[in-house]
């Protein structure tokens, strides 16, 4: 096995989009499964309306095919994203991952590097910041939980159709991460590195804090040809779903 890990966020897997549900479960076999570790950052679920929805055999699956992967050696991480922020223990179990508080410092084959869904650097879109706020407060959390999981499927579809309908009347700055805010969190972090997903526009940018020279990867979402960040000693790079894994930097 190579030393390798995989990035990937944004995929919004769901019943109604088999295509991809399809792509992954294929690229957890073809190209996960040689590399060091996996890390989801944010958003693998359309929406997740609680680990008792892993009664679903569609979530079930998902889970199922991420722990065939820890089974296989490859450590799995995930992070809570804006449509997924329910995700618990009981599927942490279920998938045999770990989940990861946003933002997670970690070193990356001795970079030190910063890890984020992404949503919290969207600051100037103050409307989706309040709402943020309200759904990770765990007092909003209790009682949606308290629903029944009929009707909480039901809430979380409403709540899809509002945001669509909401980005639709948002510019696409408004949208984007702030640099301000990007800026403070590597300053903070003391990170050289920040990698997030999000706002689905894969790229490399390089960022200057406090003189020094940072990078940021945003990672692709997997409404279309998808994509991944694989990064080895020697650097990252992004690559698309029918890439040759060897061709990631080792």
Known sequence: ?????????????????????????????????????????????????????????????????????AHHGIKVYVMHGNRDFLLGEAFARASGATLLPDPTTIDLYGTPTLLSHGDVFCTDDREYAAFRETVRSAAWQHTFLARPLAERRTIAEALRQESRQAQAHKSAALLDVNAAAINHALRRSGCQRLIHGHTHRPARHIHRVEGCRQERWVLADWYGDGGYLACGASGCRLRRLGDDPDAIPA
Request: aromatic share 14%; glycine share 6%; proline share 4%.
């Open 1 to 69: 096995m190579r030393r390798q890990t995989l990035f990937i966020a944004d995929l919004h897997l769901s019943p109604t989009h088999p295509d991809t549900c399809g792509h992954f479960f294929a690229w957890l076999k073809k190209v996960a499964s040689r590399a060091e570790a996996l890390y989801i950052l944010g958003d693998l679920f359309e929406y997740w309306a609680g680990d008792d929805d892993l009664s679903s055999p569609f979530n079930g699956a998902v889970a199922s095919a991420l722990l065939a992967l």
